[in-house]
């Protein structure tokens, strides 16, 4: 499997060797700035997995570098409600084959800001998958990571929604899913702290992520309170709010004060690309001196700027302006920058899972910001700001605003904090309690090794999904086409019954055998007596197969029945896809051996359409 470098700390290493060796979901959580977000790029850059990453606000997938849940899921935005999946509307999954390809050849699904994933949402996911893999396990099979911090925002159930929910779920928190409480899962805590040096902002910042918040961390905390503060434009303060008209009515204040020309940009939008998740102003307004963030990292070789870094209009025409960093100082001559709406795709080229950009965004990569909302900020970091929390209305949203500075000598509340603000959810916290009987040890990462190893050589030697598909197949032709192709059908007929003896049943018989060498062998995975075992079932089984690939071949029916017709045209593709892909698989580890690695690049190719040869190309 493909290690990570040593640099990563200790609890990073462990959720990488989970996810890289095991098929084990994962709830990668930490608090406030503890790198969730630098491991996920990680991650999506050297993993050996097929991996796509979702998020659940578009806010959120754009920094996360990946696309939203309801656009890749094809959701509707209703509440879903367990019982009633199969009465979905069937246009909801008129996914192309294209996307069902994607889907099927997934390793590892991550989802970033899994804390404002509801329970229903992550169902919704899970029926989707089970679907389109043809896979009744939790999630079809694939591994689920899912990043985000509980002590920061929720997700949100209307009242109306939540009344119809509340009959499902005992909470709207990802965690009470049911499909995620039928599966075995670990969680990873990271614990270093990048964002904040200072231990005494720290400790206050855990207590109030914890609910410890007592008369002594109010005080510490309303210490930083200093009535009619008016920051001086150099310092930079920027004003987090709980809701967005005290955000714009700031920000539409502060920009009538400021002498001089205002200047008008507009946004070049191509494709596909919905408002909702537009980074910033499709017409961004600005004068000289106005405060303002950059709400992207620099693309360029130069990286001048990053997304969060405040600064202050110097100088502006019609043609563009620059900005001087509040950091440095640095005068910034600021271009367009362009963010793509993307979807996944299989590469035909590669055959990897690649992104295929639907639309563009092209603006100036800032917005007005003397003052953004907590949620905005979420995942932002700030050396100097002016928190206004004292309406707070929902879990974690004061956490998160405090939790964006690096020092508490860097904030300042616009008034002072009640206990009130102080939010934490008690559902949350009474499944933190047992969240420790999730966090594996070593002897059980060791066990989750060799249960993966398992899972995918079973899943190579299964042949059931063969026999039914081939069984749909020949009850059509026995139905419908036995005047016909009564030739056909007795060979049909015949090579149900050699899947039946020569594949399943034979098949049963290796999977003991094989079983027995893994639990009795400490270092399976190259035990070479094991690799033999399975070259040599391999060569047997796809010698085999290929006897029930050369029926499919020949096999060529008419009929005038449309009906007929349109069934044949569902089922028989899929035989003949599924039998080609089995032995194409076989073919692998006859030749090559079975190591985990390079087997999975080699099944994901297969099921992107590729086979045999071909696959060797990747």
Known sequence: MNQPNNDLNEQARLAWEIIETTNTNLFL???????????LRRLKNESSKRIVVVAPTGIAAINAEGVTI?????????????????????????????????IQSIDTLVIDE???????????????????RKNQMPFGGVQMVMIGDLGQLAPVAKDDEWQMLSHYYD???????????????????????????????LELLNKVRDNRADDAVLQALNSRYIRGFEPKTEDGYIRLTTHNYQAQKENDRQMSLL?????????????????????????????????????KNDSSQDKAFYNGMLGTVERIDNQGFSV???????????????????????DERTNEITEEVDGTFRQYPVKLAWAITVHKSQGLTFDHAVIDVQRAFTHGQTYVALSRCRTLAGLVLSAPLPHSAIIRDGAVDEYATHAIEHTPTPEQIGTLQRDYFLSIVNELYDFRPLMDIFGRVLDLLSG?????????????????????????DVAERFRIQYSQMVFQTADYQNDEHLQERLRKGSTYFARTISGVEELIRKTSVKTDSQEVKKRWSELFPTLKETVMQKRA?????????????????????????KTGAETKKR
């Open 29 to 39: 959580t930490g608090k406030a700035g503890t790198g969730k977000t630098t491991f």
């Open 70 to 102: 309801h656009s890749f899921f094809q959701l509707s935005f209703a509440p879903f409600i367990p019982n009633a999946q199969y009465k979905l509307k069937e246009q909801q999954y008129k996914f192309s084959r294209q996307k069902i390809r994607v």
């Open 114 to 132: 899994i804390s404002m994933v509801r329970a229903d949402l992550l169902d919704a996911v899970d029926a989707v998958l089970r679907r389109f």
């Open 171 to 201: 909470t709207p928190y990802f965690f009470s899913s049911l499909a995620l409480r039928q599966t075995r899962y670990a969680i990873v805590e990271l614990k270093k702290v990048y964002r904040q040096s200072d231990a005494r902002f």
């Open 259 to 295: 002498p001089g020309e205002e200047y008008t940009y507009n946004a070049e939008v191509k494709g596909k690309f919905p408002d909702m998740l537009f980074p910033t102003e499709e017409t961004l307004t600005l004068k000289e001196g106005a405060q303002v963030m950059f709400v």
């Open 324 to 346: 001087r960093t509040r950091d440095s100082g640095t005068v910034i001559n600021v271009g367009m920058e362009q963010w793509d709406n993307t979807r996944y795709v299989i």
């Open 480 to 504: 419908h086409f036995k005047r016909s192709y009564p030739k056909l059908i007795m060979e049909y007929k015949l090579n149900a019954d050699t899947i039946r003896t020569k594949l399943m």
């Open 585 to 609: 698989l076989l073919k692998v580890v006859s030749d090559e051996g079975f190591a985990i690695t390079s087997y999975l690049k080699r099944r994901s190719a297969v099921l992107a359409g």
